[in-house]
C-alpha cells in the first residue's frame, strides 16, 4: 500500500506559476512510476504528466500537449517525492490535481495503470 500527500495548490493570476508536490510513503519509490492527472468541474479526470525510472539508465518523461513548454515533472528519489511546477498558468488549467502511483504495463498517460492515489489538491487561476 503506497500513501500519496500532494500540496502546493492554492490560488494563482494567470500567467503565474505554482509547484506541486506529493510525497509516498513507500520504501521503493523508484520502483513506481507517478504520474500527475486532472479534473476540472464537469469534464473526466485527464493525464498532465508522468515520470518513469523502472527502466535502468533512464528516466522516462510524458507530457500532456495542453501542458508540454509549461509544465515540468520531476522527482527526488532520496525524499519520495514527485514535483509539478506550473508555469504560465492559463485558466483552463483550473483543476484539482491528484498525484497517482503505479506501475504500468502498456501506456504511463492511462489513469487505470495507476493503482495509488492521493486526495487531490485544487488549482485555480484567474484570468
Known amino acids: 500500500q503506497v500513501q500519496l500527500v500532494e500540496s502546493g495548490g492554492g490560488l494563482v493570476q494567470a500567467g503565474g506559476s505554482l509547484r506541486l508536490s506529493c510525497a509516498a510513503s513507500?520504501?521503493?519509490?523508484?520502483?513506481?512510476?507517478m504520474g500527475w492527472f486532472r479534473q476540472a468541474p464537469g469534464k473526466e479526470r485527464e493525464f498532465v504528466a508522468a515520470t518513469d525510472d523502472r527502466w535502468s539508465g533512464s528516466t522516462k518523461l510524458y507530457y500532456a500537449d495542453s501542458v508540454k513548454g509549461r509544465f515540468t515533472i520531476s522527482s527526488d528519489n532520496a525524499k519520495n517525492t514527485v514535483y509539478l511546477q506550473m508555469n504560465s498558468l492559463k485558466a483552463e488549467d483550473t483543476a484539482v490535481y491528484y498525484c497517482?502511483?503505479?506501475?504500468?504495463?502498456?501506456?504511463?498517460?492511462?489513469?487505470?495503470?495507476?493503482?495509488?492515489w492521493g486526495q487531490g489538491t485544487q488549482v485555480t487561476v484567474a484570468s
Open positions: 497517482a502511483a503505479g506501475r504500468p504495463q502498456s501506456t504511463d498517460v492511462a489513469s487505470s495503470e495507476y493503482d495509488y
Open positions: 513507500t520504501r521503493t519509490f523508484s520502483s513506481y512510476a
